[in-house]
């Protein structure tokens, strides 16, 4: 087994990205593969030099020989809500055949295994916070099920490789993270409000806006997952920050950090939104002595010049 060498399903996308950055950072020898529907070359472009990475163009659905790996983190799958929307299919078979394949890559390599699942699996939950022990409450057949399902079934395929090949796996559940590298046009909260914002467009809020979310900035979602990475832990654990907004509350902050002269407009919610979503990182802070630092206000300071950036090469 090598013991420096990484493949990063998804390695294109947003966090796979940033995972890439922090694993070279580890020492690392990094496989990113990545069959771009929803992530891009320019997120790695800065690599593109570095000899101890190496970008693959493939869809992780098709059997691939990867070589000898010591980290398996599949990450690969469309994550944002108008992503999967528009992907539904492709969705389900990077959830389900994509996992088998990069478990199998884990398992004929003997090398650790990470899948990236979501605070989705808890669907619009009954209990609050959610605790990785809650089974959740989603619908099978909505809009959202092509997401929240193939998850659902990924970490079920995850656990069942470790129950029967014994492969050491870890599930990650990640709950809103943003940062640098996020499509600004992706439908995900910040990012959209960022781009009305700085556009000087009212920014849409769905139903009343006293629906709540948790954000995480990005560089602390990859201390977490690192952190996990190296734990012995097999059942999911929550990586995300506690600290719950109103999405009216979010958008007063965007408009605040951009300095824009928006106002705030409503429009009905859609089907299935969840009302609330705010992880119990209990679990993490015991095994993984992991807490978010960031806060809302610091982290759209940090990530405003790539989301101006961003929409200005949009509009360009
Ligand atoms: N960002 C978040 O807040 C968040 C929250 C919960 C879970 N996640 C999970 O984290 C992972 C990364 O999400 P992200 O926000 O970086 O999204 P992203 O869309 O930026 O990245 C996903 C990447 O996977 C690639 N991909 C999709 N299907 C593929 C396939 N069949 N073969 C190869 N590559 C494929 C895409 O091209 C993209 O580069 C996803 O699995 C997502 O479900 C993210």
């Given at each position: 087994?090598?013991?420096?060498?990484?493949?990063?399903?998804?390695?294109?996308?947003?966090l796979?990205?940033?995972?890439?950055d922090?694993?070279?950072?580890?020492?690392?020898?990094v496989?990113a593969?990545?069959?771009l529907?929803?992530?891009s070359?320019?997120?790695?472009a800065?690599?593109?030099?570095?000899?101890?990475?190496?970008?693959?163009?493939?869809?992780?659905?098709?059997?691939?020989?990867?070589?000898?790996?010591?980290?398996?983190?599949?990450?690969a799958?469309?994550?944002?809500?108008?992503?999967?929307?528009?992907?539904?299919?492709?969705?389900?078979?990077?959830?389900?055949?994509?996992t088998f394949?990069?478990?199998e890559?884990?398992?004929?390599?003997?090398?650790?295994?990470?899948?990236?699942?979501?605070?989705?699996?808890?669907?619009?939950?009954?209990i609050?916070?959610?605790?990785?022990?809650?089974?959740?409450?989603?619908n099978?057949?909505?809009?959202r099920?092509?997401?929240?399902?193939?998850?659902?079934f990924?970490?079920?395929?995850?656990?069942?490789y470790?129950?029967?090949?014994?492969?050491?796996?870890?599930?990650?559940r990640?709950?809103?993270?943003?940062?640098p590298?996020?499509?600004?046009?992706?439908?995900?909260?910040?990012p959209?409000f960022?781009?009305?914002?700085?556009?000087?467009?009212?920014?849409?809020v769905?139903g009343?806006g006293?629906?709540?979310?948790?954000?995480?900035?990005?560089?602390?979602?990859?201390?977490?997952?690192?952190?996990?990475s190296?734990s012995?832990?097999h059942?999911p654990v929550?990586?995300?920050?506690?600290?719950?907004f109103?999405?009216?509350?979010?958008a007063?902050?965007?408009?605040?950090v951009?300095?824009?002269?928006?106002?705030i407009?409503?429009?009905?919610?859609?089907?299935d939104d969840?009302?609330q979503r705010?992880?119990?990182i209990?679990?993490a802070k015991?095994?993984?002595?992991?807490?978010?630092?960031?806060?809302?206000?610091?982290?759209?300071?940090?990530?405003l010049?790539?989301?101006?950036k961003?929409?200005?090469?949009?509009?360009a």
């Amino acid at each position: 087994m090598n013991t420096r060498r990484a493949l990063v399903t998804g390695g294109a996308g947003f966090l796979g990205s940033h995972l890439c950055d922090a694993l070279l950072a580890d020492g690392y020898y990094v496989v990113a593969a990545d069959n771009l529907i929803t992530g891009s070359l320019e997120n790695i472009a800065h690599l593109r030099n570095d000899s101890r990475f190496e970008f693959v163009e493939q869809d992780v659905c098709q059997p691939a020989d990867w070589g000898a790996l010591a980290y398996v983190f599949h990450f690969a799958s469309p994550a944002s809500p108008v992503d999967y929307a528009k992907h539904g299919i492709a969705t389900l078979r990077v959830g389900s055949y994509g996992t088998f394949e990069a478990l199998e890559a884990a398992r004929r390599s003997g090398a650790k295994f990470m899948m990236a699942s979501t605070s989705e699996c808890y669907g619009d939950p009954l209990i609050h916070p959610q605790l990785e022990t809650y089974w959740g409450n989603v619908n099978p057949i909505g809009p959202r099920s092509v997401y929240d399902e193939a998850k659902r079934f990924s970490e079920a395929v995850t656990a069942a490789y470790h129950r029967y090949h014994k492969v050491d796996t870890r599930i990650l559940r990640i709950f809103n993270t943003y940062g640098p590298r996020m499509q600004i046009q992706d439908g995900r909260v910040i990012p959209t409000f960022m781009w009305q914002a700085l556009r000087g467009e009212d920014l849409t809020v769905y139903g009343d806006g006293s629906q709540t979310r948790s954000f995480c900035y990005v560089s602390d979602e990859i201390d977490g997952i690192l952190r996990l990475s190296r734990s012995d832990e097999h059942t999911p654990v929550n990586i995300g920050n506690p600290i719950e907004f109103t999405i009216l509350e979010c958008a007063q902050k965007v408009i605040a950090v951009t300095g824009s002269r928006s106002q705030i407009k409503y429009e009905p919610l859609p089907q299935d939104d969840p009302k609330q979503r705010r992880p119990d990182i209990s679990k993490a802070k015991r095994l993984l002595g992991w807490d978010p630092h960031v806060d809302l206000e610091t982290g759209l300071k940090l990530s405003l010049d790539y989301f101006r950036k961003a929409m200005l090469e949009k509009t360009a």
